[in-house]
């Protein structure tokens, strides 16, 4: 009797685990209490179809571990000062669970009735800042096509949750611009 009960702890235990781990295409990880918690991998795919981690980012200590290597270009950044100024960053600005989760949000995108009726089609690019928190302010559109597609390009931006990692420059996060953008395209 007293083994019948250890094994039915232990099946019960080992199910309550596999309950907590969570694997997609996108991500993996382990959930509790409908959290994420500990460190989640979150993948991409390559032009032959590979599966690549993108990045490794700990959702208890909140801290980016890994990220996929980016161009090494200058970055807008602001400086103690507040002016602007484009520099070499450590990392950019990251969505946590990159391009694949922030997909997610920007799918979310409305196209215009005027914009569709006019056929207008093209790419709005709305830039703003994330502070050293992680939190997006200032939103604005750079790059516009007008017939309501701008507005509708800056709702979803301004949609996107609190969920960037900001730049760094050396071991010290940084504000910085990021700049996104929207396809408006009809479909045949």
């Known amino acids: 009797m007293k083994q019948l009960v250890l094994l039915l702890f232990l099946l019960a235990s080992l199910t309550a685990e596999a309950q907590k781990m ?7 990880g382990m959930l509790e209490k409908g959290e994420k918690v500990g460190v989640w991998e979150y993948y ?20 980016l571990l890994f990220y996929r290597p980016f161009d090494d270009v200058p970055y ?23 391009d694949a989760a922030l997909a997610q949000y920007i799918s ?27 939190q997006a302010s ?25 969920q960037w990692i900001p730049a760094r420059i050396g071991s010290r996060a940084v504000v910085s611009k990021y700049e996104l953008p929207f396809t408006f395209r009809m479909r045949p």
């Open 108 to 134: 979310k995108l409305n196209y215009p009735a005027a914009a569709q009726n006019k056929n207008v089609q093209g790419r709005v690019l709305v830039s703003f800042v994330v502070d050293t928190l992680g």
């Open 44 to 63: 991409a795919y390559t032009r032959d179809g590979s599966q690549v981690v993108t990045q490794k980012y700990d959702h208890t200590t909140k801290k």
């Open 76 to 98: 807008a950044v602001q400086n103690a000062a507040g002016d602007w100024t484009r520099q070499r960053v450590k990392h950019p600005v990251f969505f946590i669970g990159g």
């Open 138 to 162: 200032n939103h604005q559109v750079v790059l516009g096509i007008g017939s309501g597609c701008d507005e509708e390009a800056l709702r979803v931006a301004r949609s996107i949750p609190a």
């Open 22 to 28: 969570r694997k997609n295409d996108l991500e993996s």
